[in-house]
T-cell receptor, first 112, second 116 residues
Framework: KQEVTQIPAALSVPEGENLVLNCSFTDSAIYNLQWFRQDPGKGLTSLLLIQSSQREQTSGRLNASLDKSSGRSTLYIAASQPGDSATYLC???????????FGTGTRLTVIP | GAGVSQTPSNKVTEKGKYVELRCDPISGHTALYWYRQSLGQGPEFLIYFQGTGAADDSGLPNDRFFAVRPEGSVSTLKIQRTERGDSAVYLCATAAATGPTADTQYFGPGTRLTVL
């Protein structure tokens, strides 16, 4: 069964700092990988989706990379802002399946 | 509607009772998913619909859980004889069948179920 791990579980950084969140998965036969943001008491918002054939995706201050062979992805956030404070979840879908396997998330706090 | 909506937002029930949780998808989205998220965990897959049929129900924990989508739009997750361990946030997500965002799942705000 696919297992997704996210490190660290929690991270606090001062405003303006660049940061990296890590995600690893055990089975490299993935179809795509998504990064989500979850605010307390809210649902998930999709940030970036990387197809298995891609190496990275960028949206504004966010950049996600994918190394399928080593089972790793990173989410890079540039010039962090207090509004970036949330839990960030990584999820993979497998070839031939439709559901997502989620990590437990990284809780990010950006200190003003 | 503009996004996925779920009702109720909160549901408190007593052990042994029956509950129904509703999901209204984004208009035109044929794929619909139910996930369950326990405190401090990532969401766990329950069931996936493509149109009206349940294409994959392998995530349902036991036969107390059942979901329907009779007209290929609104879906209802039904839980019989609720147990305290069923307490969690139940999330619904939908996706388009085709187009540039076909693989992206859009999530609703969830229903927080508390079984006393």
């Amino acid at each position: 069964k696919q297992e997704v791990t996210q490190i660290p579980a929690a991270l606090s950084v001062p405003e303006g700092e660049n940061l990296v969140l890590n995600c690893s998965f055990t089975d490299s036969a993935i179809y795509n990988l998504q990064w989500f943001r979850q605010d307390p008491g809210k649902g998930l918002t999709s940030l970036l989706l990387i197809q298995s054939s891609q190496r990275e995706q960028t949206s504004g201050r966010l950049n996600a990379s994918l190394d399928k062979s080593s089972g790793r992805s990173t989410l890079y956030i540039a010039a962090s802002q207090p509004g970036d404070s949330a839990t960030y979840l990584c999820a993979v879908s497998e070839t031939g399946a439709n559901n997502l396997f989620f990590g437990t998330g990284t809780r990010l706090t950006v200190i003003p | 509607g503009a996004g996925v909506s779920q009702t109720p937002s909160n549901k408190v029930t007593e052990k042994g009772k029956y509950v129904e949780l509703r999901c209204d998808p984004i208009s035109g989205h044929t794929a619909l998913y139910w996930y369950r998220q326990s405190l401090g965990q990532g969401p766990e897959f329950l069931i996936y619909f493509q149109g009206t049929g349940a294409a994959d129900d392998s995530g349902l924990p036991n036969d107390r859980f059942f979901a329907v989508r009779p007209e290929g739009s609104v879906s209802t997750l039904k839980i019989q004889r609720t147990e305290r361990g069923d307490s969690a946030v139940y999330l619904c997500a939908t996706a388009a069948a085709t187009g540039p965002t076909a693989d992206t799942q859009y999530f609703g705000p969830g229903t927080r179920l508390t079984v006393l």
